[in-house]
């Protein structure tokens, strides 16, 4: 197996911090747009919330033995910006930065490189207030963020993303109204990722002046949209959605344009831009990281309000595996779609930044034995195989996730880690899939290849 055998080839586990942190008002630490969003009736499945998630912010020396102790070469993790930032007038809180120097340290000391996501979601509530990712001024204010982040911290960290998954935080948090803000409105979700894909680019700018050193790319959600049949009404409607929710963001980083299908589509919704912000967006990228699930079905439907797509995408038939969330497990559309991004993009390098699924594990004995997530995990490992051998060029793949943690809208009920997190007492138990990863990144030091 090439990918085992390559020394260039990182192998990590991925979290983000509002997920895993808890202390959500600790040492400085002000509100996120989360902390607001999880006490709205009913937002959170379980009525759960961020203030206690893993307790890393207190467990985080013990979460790193137990990351070093896995064997990868990288962890991905986020930085909480309203640890960082504590106004809109930009004033920086010393003791959110001293928090992820010591994290940065923890890991340098136990040669572990750091790939750190400047936004996963979690924006000041101060700037919501003033209009959120409706405001081009957010923009401005991530790049200052970006500024502070890179030059004081930036000589720890090897890989900086500026956004994760720009798509949810726009649609998820702005259409459907699923994900904090809360928001439901179709101009707002477009113009909220017009103006998050400025802010990638403007801090794609302030890293590179500050980290210079780095790589410095973004993370998008992708998946390959089949049509549901082969009927051509079915494949024009797949075609639409791809366009829509992978290309939208793709053609605007790696071309600088929105595609013309989509922007004539939602003529009545489209986003203020103005001159030179495209430019601004599709600097060139060290990386882009891809974040792979699932894949997607798509029928053709009529719209039944003007606010939505020309399709509709199919729940799984219930022959099809599925994992915890309902979602299809799908390890060719991997190579799928990673072989139509080669075919249709100058890509930079890509990295899987992340990958994995929910079950519902048991802790039995001291042991979880969660065999479906291994077998996920060992075919998405062979489905990347596939499509480095075809020419693809992945340097990197993220196991989403090092533990259990807060799942966004589901709360705590769906486990995506290859660590179990009791809840109760915060122990954490390494599950049969987190052990196989390990003894094949052993093996692979065992041979010699790190
Ligand atoms: C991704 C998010 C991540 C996690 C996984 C399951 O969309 O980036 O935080 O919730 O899904």
Redesign the pocket.
């Known amino acids: 197996m090439r990918l085992w055998q390559d020394p260039q080839f990182v192998f990590g586990v991925a979290t983000?911090a509002f997920?895993i942190e808890g202390a959500v008002d600790i040492d400085g630490k002000v509100e996120s747009i989360w902390d607001t969003f999880c006490r709205r009736d009913g937002a959170i499945a379980d009525a759960g919330d961020g203030r206690v998630a893993c307790e890393h912010y207190r467990r985080w020396e013990q979460d790193f033995d137990l990351i070093a102790s896995l064997g990868v070469d990288a962890y991905r993790f986020s930085i909480a910006w309203p640890r960082i930032i504590s106004d809109v007038d930009g004033r920086v809180n010393q003791q959110g930065l001293m928090f992820y120097r010591q994290l940065l340290e923890g890991l340098a000391e136990r040669g572990v490189k750091a790939y750190v996501t400047l936004y996963?979601?979690d924006l000041p509530q101060f700037l919501q207030d003033q209009g959120g990712w409706l405001n081009r001024d957010t923009a401005l204010a991530f790049r200052h963020y970006a500024q502070v982040a890179a030059s004081e911290l930036g000589d720890l960290v090897q890989s900086w993303c500026t956004l994760?998954?720009p798509w949810?935080s726009a649609v998820l948090g702005h259409w459907f109204g699923v994900h904090a803000p809360g928001i439901q409105d179709r101009a707002a979700a477009l113009q909220a990722a017009h103006h998050l894909l400025l802010a990638h680019g403007m801090a794609l700018d302030a890293l590179r002046k500050n980290a210079p050193q780095a790589q410095h790319g973004i993370?998008l959600?992708l998946s390959p949209y089949y049509s549901a049949a082969e009927t051509p009404g079915d494949q024009a409607a797949a075609e639409f959605a791809a366009l829509e929710n992978n290309h939208w963001y793709l053609q605007a980083l790696l071309q600088g344009r929105y595609p013309q299908k989509v922007w004539d589509y939602y003529d009545r919704f489209r986003p203020a831009i103005c001159p030179g912000d495209m430019e601004i967006i599709s600097q060139p990228l060290d990386y882009l990281g891809i974040?792979y699930?699932s894949c997607q079905r798509v029928l053709a439907c009529e719209p039944t309000d003007v606010d939505w797509p020309p399709y509709k995408v199919q729940e799984p038939a219930s022959n099809v595996p599925v994992t915890a969330?309902g979602w299809e497990i799908c390890p060719s559309g991997l190579t799928d779609l990673l072989q139509q991004l080669h075919r249709e993009y100058r890509l930079p390098p890509l990295l899987i930044t992340?990958n994995?699924m929910?079950s519902d594990d048991q802790l039995f004995d001291g042991a979880v034995v969660d065999d479906q997530r291994l077998t996920y995990l060992q075919q998405h490992l062979s489905a990347l195989e596939r499509a480095m051998e075809s020419g693809v060029n992945v340097r990197g793949y993220f196991a989403?996730?090092l533990m259990d943690n807060f799942?966004?809208a589901e709360g705590y009920r769906?486990r995506?880690g290859l660590v179990y997190v009791d809840y109760d007492s915060q122990e954490r138990t390494l599950k049969r899939s987190g052990q196989w990863l390990q003894q094949r990144l052993l093996e692979r030091k065992q041979r010699g290849v790190v």
Request: charged share 20%.
């Open positions: 983000s997920q996963h979601w994760n998954e949810c993370v959600n974040n699930y969330m992340e994995g929910a989403w996730s799942e966004w769906k995506f």
